[in-house]
């Protein structure tokens, strides 16, 4: 397997703009998962999908944020407008449920730099 | 899901034992405790769980208490490059799988 797969790697954008991170997780697995990790905050749940449904969103931080999984292969997060504050390093995780041991593979990340 | 606490950092020599300690005393029946690390700009990386029995991998052994209040990650010969911050997490084995990340220990493996 490839892995989870992020992208853009890293993107710099000014105030204001519409960004979209994207993650393709492990073929198989059934649970996906959105964190941001920053210096101040740590590693922060999102929000995480079961079987292509939003399951729990509660750490999606404002309406400014949103999270799409149009199928078992794609998930989109999406900041509109994005604000400085939001610069920070966003990772994805895929995991399977039944019969596993229920860890999460992570993404290499997707460092947005918002000035 | 239980939480957990950990020591903000920790040194190890290399070629040593590294012992990271992690104190979860709420820790319910059905939760397993799980340990992960990242490495610099990485992704976190899965190390071990286990549930109350002690586990071995190729990478680590977790140790149990056997009142489950508390584990120690073992690292039987540290280098260099496990040089991260080491995760340890209480959670069920099935359901939601909502995994909480608290501030983790830094270890630093000194040559």
């Known amino acids: 397997d490839a892995g989870v797969i992020q992208s853009p790697r890293h993107e710099v954008t000014e105030m204001g703009q519409e960004v979209t991170l994207r993650c393709k997780p492990i073929?198989?697995?059934?649970?996906l998962f959105w964190y941001r990790q920053t210096m101040m905050r740590g590693l922060e749940l999102l929000i995480y999908?079961?079987?292509?449904?939003?399951?729990?969103d509660s750490g999606m931080p404002e309406d400014r944020f949103s999270a799409k999984m149009p199928n078992a292969s794609f998930s989109t997060l999406k900041i509109q407008p994005s604000e400085p504050r939001d610069s920070a390093v966003y990772f994805c995780?895929?995991?399977?449920?039944?019969?596993?041991?229920?860890?999460?593979?992570f993404g290499e990340g997707s460092r947005l730099t918002v000035l | 899901d239980a939480k957990t606490t950990q020591p903000t950092s920790m040194d190890c020599a290399e070629g040593r034992a590294a012992n990271l300690p992690c104190n979860h005393s709420?820790?319910?029946?059905?939760?397993?405790v799980y340990w992960y690390r990242q490495i610099h700009s990485q992704g976190p990386q899965y190390i071990i769980h286990?549930?109350?029995n002690n586990e071995t991998n190729e990478m680590a052994s977790l140790i149990i208490t056997e009142d489950r209040k508390s584990s120690t990650l073992i690292l039987p010969h540290a280098t260099l490059r496990d040089t991260a911050v080491y995760y340890c997490?209480?959670?069920?084995?099935?359901?939601?799988?909502?995994?909480?990340f608290g501030a983790g220990t830094r270890l630093f493996v000194k040559a």
């Open positions: 709420t820790i319910s029946g059905n939760e397993y």
């Open positions: 999908f079961n079987n292509n449904v939003p399951i729990d």
């Open positions: 997490i209480v959670r069920v084995l099935t359901g939601g799988f909502k995994t909480i």
């Open positions: 073929s198989g697995h059934d649970y």
């Open positions: 286990g549930l109350k």
């Open positions: 995780a895929s995991s399977k449920n039944r019969g596993y041991t229920g860890e999460l593979f």
